[in-house]
């Protein structure tokens, strides 16, 4: 069983998820998936994304595969097989989708993007391994897109944010390795607000970054540490439907809250009890009624908190 706490800055509640819940905070629904390799399962399920219709995308890593959900999870299709050719994978990590329902990929191992129809047919890929514009290490890991469907790429190893169009032209980068304004030390995820502001979960800095959509250095929030608006090592990040912000901090592991100017709201304690001691949570999504999707590697499973705004 898996139970939530919900702490706010001045007050902390504790409930039995089974039972009872309150109405502005999250309850567990239940978990999507199992270890293993049929359809349905996972192993070492990465990232989430969502298209227009409710539809659910997986990374499934481990597994060198796409897997496509009903909303209600229910299996539709998949795609790949290990390898480096058109339509294959070695080990993919990010997950996203642009606003026309093309499906893009960071092909982790294979240093590139891979960009797909919603049932998977191959359509084109870019990058390849380098320090060059448009190139990537061996970690390249996010993707997201904004209203413009621009494409901004995560990338580790190379401490930086890197911009395309949709169709894979380079447009612009920034960061590098550092803890200043607008450096970056392994930097997870990436999220874009309404207005196009691009916020970076700055992994082992403790902290998010905020930019403009051309990469102007615009804030920065966190610091290592247990308290409200600290964090121990931050991963996922999430945007909901108020541009309030959500990284998961998995040492803890929680989802620390924030509005889009870093203020600490609160914090959602995801407390594990009972035969879930596997548990490694690696990247979290919201869809459109911003429920909460968190998946978690060790169980090779999704976990799903509901809202309940």
């Known amino acids: 069983m898996l139970v939530i706490l919900v702490a ?19 309850i ?17 399920p990465h990232s989430i994304a969502f298209d227009r219709f409710g539809n659910a995308y997986v990374s499934d890593t ?29 080990s993919p990590e990010g997950i996203n989708i642009d606003s026309l329902g093309n499906v893009y990929v960071t092909d982790t191992g294979n240093s590139r993007i891979e960009k797909f129809s919603a049932d998977g047919k191959f359509i084109a890929k870019w990058g390849t391994r380098g320090k060059a514009d448009g190139q990537f ?56 607000d309404s207005i196009g502001n691009v916020y970076v ?46 990284s998961l901090d998995i040492q803890r592991p929680s989802v620390e809250i924030f509005t889009k100017d870093g203020t600490f709201m609160k914090r959602l304690l995801l407390q594990i ?7 490694s949570f690696e990247d979290l999504e919201l869809d459109r009624s911003d429920n909460i999707y968190v998946t978690d590697r060790g169980e090779h499973n999704i976990k799903i908190f509901v809202s309940q705004k």
């Open 201 to 246: 979960s700055d992994m082992n800095n403790y902290r998010i970054q905020k930019f403009s959509a051309d990469g102007k250095f615009i804030a920065k929030w966190g610091t290592k540490g247990a308290g409200d608006g600290q964090f121990l090592f931050p991963l996922g990040i999430g945007i909901d439907s108020s541009d309030n912000i959500y």
């Open 28 to 44: 567990f629904l239940e978990n999507w998936g199992s270890s293993g390799s049929d359809d349905g399962q996972f192993n070492v």
């Open 62 to 90: 481990n597994n060198h595969r796409i897997q496509k959900f009903s909303a209600d999870g229910k299996f539709i299709a998949k795609w790949g097989t290990k390898g480096a050719g058109d339509g294959q994978f070695l």
């Open 137 to 192: 290490s061996r970690h390249v890991h996010d993707i997201t897109f904004d209203s413009s469907d621009n494409a901004y790429v995560t990338d580790r190893f190379k401490h930086n944010i890197q911009k395309f169009s949709a169709d894979g032209k380079f447009i612009a980068k920034w960061g590098s390795k550092g803890s200043g304004n607008g450096q970056f030390n392994e930097p997870h995820s990436s999220v874009i």
């Open 8 to 26: 706010s800055m001045t007050a902390a509640c504790t409930w039995n998820l089974s039972f009872s819940a309150n109405i502005n905070d999250y």
């Open 273 to 279: 009890t009972g035969n879930t001691t596997s548990s």
